[in-house]
């Protein structure tokens, strides 16, 4: 077994050091103790399967009750609103996004056993990855993939793309589909944020009438001009989401560990390129006083809903509120310095079909997260109580 000294001579660079052989023993108990990071939730559990480059993505929605009507073409609205291709201010990847259902419905219906839903991709263009094939791009989960696995898949990202997030979407849909016919519970967002760009202005019309899920329509020349510099030059930018829920009963989620604004949290910060989530006024609460930020309560219900909709890690009946920070994108043709699989340093310009700014196309993905969270929590507020509600 050779030691992190003797790695460090021998690659005579700090960042090809953190990774040790290990005896057959010490890798078998060390498998032995691997939990897998591919399934959330706790009664209604979702695992998403696949690769960026790979010949299809998927997901295992297990725990959906009997008795939805689910069928293939219902995917495709969410599915459309999250996929690259559609207007030139995206990746120009032009997927299909088309959902096999392969399991848990007959005639129409859900079964109450495991929907497996299948995507194959069908526009992957492995060749645009050729020249980072031995780079750490920086940025991107290139090098904590190769530490920690000791393999990695540089098509598009592999298992660290975005183009897994399409089978999240996916399986929102059914979660979106229940809220909706149990509770009347609508899940929306809106893109609040596009760099230093905010709305001046508020539609839920407007919202879904242009590729940026921006709610002020008056102000789209405004966003195009700047992302198409933006692509010009080579760069990209971050952005904010947001995402409501409507009509969510009083009583839902559970103190301490497992509070419903922490599995929120926990969600959204999952989802690739997040950075940062915030609850209700979130950050802004440092500067609030405590009589400003407290929602105070009069017959007629709250006067305000700083605290997004839950309080003690459970659910007022207010609007459940989110915001979601996206990172600027990483693949970019701005050089970086970086360095290679042998230790050495290189310049990295990545090539191909990239987003100016991935937050564009999170909408959807955000909408997904925290419909699949309430879902879950509901079925498990059915557990404990044993009733609907």
Known sequence: MQNRSAQR???GSKWITLRETTSDNQDNSRRQRTVSSNSFGTLLTVT?????HGPAIGCVVDGCPPGLKLAADEFRR?????ATGTSRFTSQRHEADDVEILSGVYEGRTTGTPIALLIRNT????KDYAEVA????PGHADYTYWQKYGIRDPRGGGRSSARETTMRVAAGVIAKKWLKLKFGIEVRGWLAQLGPLTPRAFDWADVDGNPFFWPDAAMLPELEKYIDALRKSGDSIGARVNVIADNVPVGWGEPIYGKLDGELAAALMSINAVKGVEIGAGFAAVTQRGSEHRDEMLLDGFTSNHAGGILGGISTGQ?????M???PASSILVPGRSVNLAGEPVEVRTKGRHDPCVGMRATPIAEA????VLMDVWLRQRALRGRER
């Open 9 to 11: 001579r021998r690659s």
């Open 48 to 52: 998403t399967f696949g690769e960026s």
């Open 78 to 82: 969410d599915l459309t609103r999250r």
């Open 123 to 126: 526009d992957a263009r492995s």
């Open 134 to 137: 031995q780079t750490f791009r």
């Open 319 to 323: 609007p459940i509120v989110a915001s």
């Open 325 to 327: 920070a996206v990172k």
């Open 369 to 372: 997260m925290m419909a699949l």
